[in-house]
Protein backbone atom coordinates (compact mmCIF):
# COMPACT_ATOMS: atom_id res chain seq x y z
CA UNK A 1 0.00 0.00 0.00
CA UNK A 2 1.47 3.40 -0.93
CA UNK A 3 1.62 5.66 1.71
CA UNK A 4 -0.79 9.18 -0.10
CA UNK A 5 -1.37 11.77 2.20
CA UNK A 6 -3.57 14.52 1.54
CA UNK A 7 -2.50 17.59 1.87
CA UNK A 8 -5.28 19.98 0.68
CA UNK A 9 -8.64 19.29 -0.03
CA UNK A 10 -11.07 21.73 -0.67
CA UNK A 11 -14.02 21.79 -3.14
CA UNK A 12 -12.17 22.97 -6.17
CA UNK A 13 -8.28 21.52 -5.30
CA UNK A 14 -7.04 17.90 -4.29
CA UNK A 15 -3.38 18.31 -3.42
CA UNK A 16 -1.87 14.95 -2.84
CA UNK A 17 1.73 13.86 -1.95
CA UNK A 18 3.57 10.23 -1.74
CA UNK A 19 5.96 9.64 0.93
CA UNK A 20 9.50 8.79 -1.63
CA UNK A 21 10.76 5.16 -1.16
CA UNK A 22 13.85 5.51 0.46
CA UNK A 23 11.93 7.14 3.39
CA UNK A 24 10.42 4.00 3.50
CA UNK A 25 13.26 1.79 3.24
CA UNK A 26 15.29 4.35 5.78
CA UNK A 27 12.65 3.68 8.31
CA UNK A 28 12.52 -0.14 7.96
CA UNK A 29 16.40 -0.46 8.30
CA UNK A 30 16.01 1.75 11.56
CA UNK A 31 13.27 -0.43 12.81
CA UNK A 32 15.49 -3.76 12.00
CA UNK A 33 18.12 -2.58 13.10
CA UNK A 34 16.92 -1.79 16.65
CA UNK A 35 15.40 -5.22 16.64
CA UNK A 36 18.34 -6.67 15.96
CA UNK A 37 20.15 -4.70 18.41
CA UNK A 38 17.96 -6.07 21.39
CA UNK A 39 17.85 -9.41 20.33
CA UNK A 40 21.58 -9.55 20.09
CA UNK A 41 21.79 -7.95 23.17
CA UNK A 42 19.42 -10.40 25.47
CA UNK A 43 21.26 -13.86 23.34
CA UNK A 44 24.97 -12.08 24.37
CA UNK A 45 23.11 -11.42 28.17
CA UNK A 46 22.33 -14.95 28.23
CA UNK A 47 25.21 -16.65 27.26
CA UNK A 48 27.37 -14.68 29.24
CA UNK A 49 25.76 -14.93 32.28
CA UNK A 50 25.66 -19.10 31.98
CA UNK A 51 29.38 -18.93 30.43
CA UNK A 52 30.61 -17.65 33.74
CA UNK A 53 29.90 -20.76 36.18
CA UNK A 54 32.47 -23.08 38.36
CA UNK A 55 35.28 -22.54 39.64
CA UNK A 56 39.33 -23.16 39.85
CA UNK A 57 40.97 -25.06 43.32
CA UNK A 58 44.39 -25.86 43.33
CA UNK A 59 46.08 -27.42 46.19
CA UNK A 60 49.93 -27.21 46.67
CA UNK A 61 51.13 -29.25 49.70
CA UNK A 62 55.31 -29.60 49.92
CA UNK A 63 57.84 -30.54 52.99
CA UNK A 64 60.93 -28.59 53.86
CA UNK A 65 60.94 -28.61 57.34
CA UNK A 66 57.58 -29.18 58.04
CA UNK A 67 54.82 -29.44 55.79
CA UNK A 68 53.07 -26.63 54.67
CA UNK A 69 49.75 -26.27 52.25
CA UNK A 70 47.99 -23.40 50.12
CA UNK A 71 44.57 -23.69 48.58
CA UNK A 72 43.48 -21.13 46.15
CA UNK A 73 39.93 -20.89 44.84
CA UNK A 74 39.64 -18.41 42.14
CA UNK A 75 36.27 -18.12 40.07
CA UNK A 76 35.55 -18.60 35.93
CA UNK A 77 36.50 -14.87 35.74
CA UNK A 78 39.84 -15.20 37.66
CA UNK A 79 38.97 -13.52 40.62
CA UNK A 80 40.21 -15.49 43.94
CA UNK A 81 37.44 -16.74 46.15
CA UNK A 82 39.34 -17.83 48.80
CA UNK A 83 43.20 -18.13 49.95
CA UNK A 84 44.80 -20.36 52.86
CA UNK A 85 47.59 -21.76 53.97
CA UNK A 86 48.15 -24.51 56.69
CA UNK A 87 51.44 -24.36 57.98
CA UNK A 88 52.52 -26.52 60.02
CA UNK A 89 50.40 -29.57 58.80
CA UNK A 90 50.32 -31.64 62.11
CA UNK A 91 47.66 -33.91 61.27
CA UNK A 92 44.94 -34.97 58.70
CA UNK A 93 41.27 -35.65 59.34
CA UNK A 94 37.78 -37.26 58.37
CA UNK A 95 35.10 -35.46 58.75
CA UNK A 96 31.73 -36.71 57.05
CA UNK A 97 29.05 -34.09 55.10
CA UNK A 98 25.79 -35.09 54.63
CA UNK A 99 24.80 -35.64 50.91
CA UNK A 100 22.07 -37.22 49.04
CA UNK A 101 21.93 -38.31 45.11
CA UNK A 102 19.40 -39.68 43.38
CA UNK A 103 19.61 -43.44 42.33
CA UNK A 104 17.32 -45.04 39.42
CA UNK A 105 16.89 -48.65 39.41
CA UNK A 106 16.45 -48.47 35.29
CA UNK A 107 16.68 -45.96 32.49
CA UNK A 108 13.49 -44.73 30.69
CA UNK A 109 10.41 -43.83 32.02
CA UNK A 110 9.34 -47.13 33.71
CA UNK A 111 12.77 -46.03 36.15
CA UNK A 112 12.43 -46.30 40.18
CA UNK A 113 14.06 -43.44 40.79
CA UNK A 114 14.74 -43.00 44.61
CA UNK A 115 17.18 -39.86 46.50
CA UNK A 116 19.73 -41.86 48.88
CA UNK A 117 21.23 -39.76 51.59
CA UNK A 118 24.90 -40.70 52.32
CA UNK A 119 28.10 -39.02 53.73
CA UNK A 120 31.01 -37.67 52.16
CA UNK A 121 34.45 -38.40 53.55
CA UNK A 122 36.08 -35.20 53.59
CA UNK A 123 40.08 -34.70 53.76
CA UNK A 124 40.31 -31.88 56.86
CA UNK A 125 44.02 -30.71 57.16
CA UNK A 126 44.99 -29.49 61.34
CA UNK A 127 47.49 -27.00 62.25
CA UNK A 128 47.87 -25.42 65.22
CA UNK A 129 46.44 -22.47 64.76
CA UNK A 130 43.54 -23.79 62.22
CA UNK A 131 42.14 -26.62 60.12
CA UNK A 132 40.65 -26.66 56.85
CA UNK A 133 38.86 -28.64 54.94
CA UNK A 134 39.89 -29.80 51.31
CA UNK A 135 36.82 -29.53 48.84
CA UNK A 136 38.39 -31.24 45.85
CA UNK A 137 36.29 -34.29 44.81
CA UNK A 138 39.74 -36.24 43.79
CA UNK A 139 40.19 -36.13 47.87
CA UNK A 140 36.67 -37.21 48.45
CA UNK A 141 35.46 -40.29 49.00
CA UNK A 142 31.29 -41.64 49.21
CA UNK A 143 30.11 -44.11 51.18
CA UNK A 144 27.01 -45.55 50.05
CA UNK A 145 24.31 -45.09 52.70
CA UNK A 146 23.92 -43.10 56.00
CA UNK A 147 24.26 -46.76 57.60
CA UNK A 148 28.17 -46.89 55.95
CA UNK A 149 30.17 -44.15 57.87
CA UNK A 150 33.71 -42.75 57.12
CA UNK A 151 36.69 -44.13 58.09
CA UNK A 152 39.35 -42.63 60.33
CA UNK A 153 41.89 -43.49 57.34
CA UNK A 154 41.87 -43.99 53.98
CA UNK A 155 44.14 -44.10 50.41
CA UNK A 156 44.00 -40.38 50.53
CA UNK A 157 44.54 -39.34 54.39
CA UNK A 158 47.43 -42.43 54.16
CA UNK A 159 49.01 -39.55 51.35
CA UNK A 160 49.12 -36.91 53.19
CA UNK A 161 50.57 -38.39 55.91
CA UNK A 162 53.19 -39.47 53.81
CA UNK A 163 53.66 -35.47 52.82
CA UNK A 164 53.71 -34.65 56.74
CA UNK A 165 56.74 -37.32 57.78
CA UNK A 166 58.65 -36.48 54.51
CA UNK A 167 58.58 -39.50 52.35
CA UNK A 168 56.94 -37.83 50.08
CA UNK A 169 58.51 -34.36 49.42
CA UNK A 170 55.67 -32.38 47.00
CA UNK A 171 52.02 -33.10 46.07
CA UNK A 172 49.98 -30.91 43.82
CA UNK A 173 45.87 -31.31 43.40
CA UNK A 174 43.52 -29.38 41.13
CA UNK A 175 40.14 -29.31 40.29
CA UNK A 176 38.84 -27.04 37.68
CA UNK A 177 35.09 -26.95 37.30
CA UNK A 178 34.40 -23.86 34.94
Same mark, same amino acid.
Given at each position: ??????????????????????????????????????? $?? &????? *? #?? @?????? +? !?????????????????????????????????????????????????????????????????? $?? &????? *? #?? @?????? +? !???????????????????????????????????????
Amino acid at each position: MASIRILEQTPTRLVIADKPRINRLLKSVVIGGVMGAVI $IG &LGWAV *T #SS @SSYKGS +L !TTLECFHKEHLTCKMITVDARGVLINQAEITPVERVGIFPVLSSRKVCSSRGEDSDCETVQHYKCQ $IR &LHSPQ *T #SV @SVPISE +L !TQETSSLAESCPKQNSISLQFEQLISGTQKARMWVEDTR
